[in-house]
């Protein structure tokens, strides 16, 4: 099964939590055993599993990639804007995809794991490739 996800984000740097339209996905694919892949196809925009329990968590991800990667004028790529090159970047370090397991017709998160979209140089219309497979 393969569905898109689609939603608008609304800042600038935001995570963005998607386990629960995943969980939907996984529900209406009827896979009991299988893996669940969500893919990014977003340049400046990333996907991880962390914990959303304390919102302290999310701002404190959101605050490291801005102090490891600033938005600066001097990036040797500045096609559209400098936040566009620093977005690049966030995004490859963080990754644009993640995977986890289906067992019982459940996904097999951690009791504090969240599915996050980082936004790296919003606000935009956003999507996300879900796909689900059996076996």
Same mark, same amino acid.
């Given at each position: 099964m393969f569905e898109i996800l689609s939603f608008r984000t609304t800042q600038s740097h935001e995570l963005v939590r998607l386990e629960d339209q995943v969980r939907d996905v996984v529900r209406r694919s009827g896979v009991d055993e299988g893996i669940c892949h969500v893919y990014c196809p977003h340049t400046t925009a990333g996907l991880t599993i962390n914990s959303?329990? #304390?919102?302290?968590? $999310?701002? #404190?991800?959101?605050?490291?990639? +801005?102090r490891l990667v600033p938005t600066r004028v #001097?990036? =040797? =790529?500045?096609?559209?804007?400098?936040? #566009?090159?620093?977005? =690049?970047?966030?995004?490859?370090?963080?990754?644009?995809?993640?995977s986890c397991?289906? =067992?019982?017709? +459940? $996904?097999? $998160?951690?009791?504090?794991?969240?599915?996050? &979209?980082?936004e &790296?140089?919003?606000? +935009?219309? +956003?999507?996300?490739?879900?796909?689900?497979?059996?076996?």
């Open positions: 959303a329990m #304390d919102p302290g968590t $999310l701002q #404190d991800i959101l605050s490291e990639y +801005r #001097d990036f =040797h =790529h500045t096609f559209d804007t400098p936040t #566009d090159a620093a977005g =690049h970047i966030k995004s490859t370090l963080m990754g644009v995809q993640v397991p289906i =067992h019982g017709g +459940r $996904l097999m $998160l951690g009791g504090s794991q969240s599915i996050l &979209f980082a &790296f140089d919003g606000p +935009r219309d +956003r999507q996300v490739y879900v796909k689900v497979v059996q076996g």
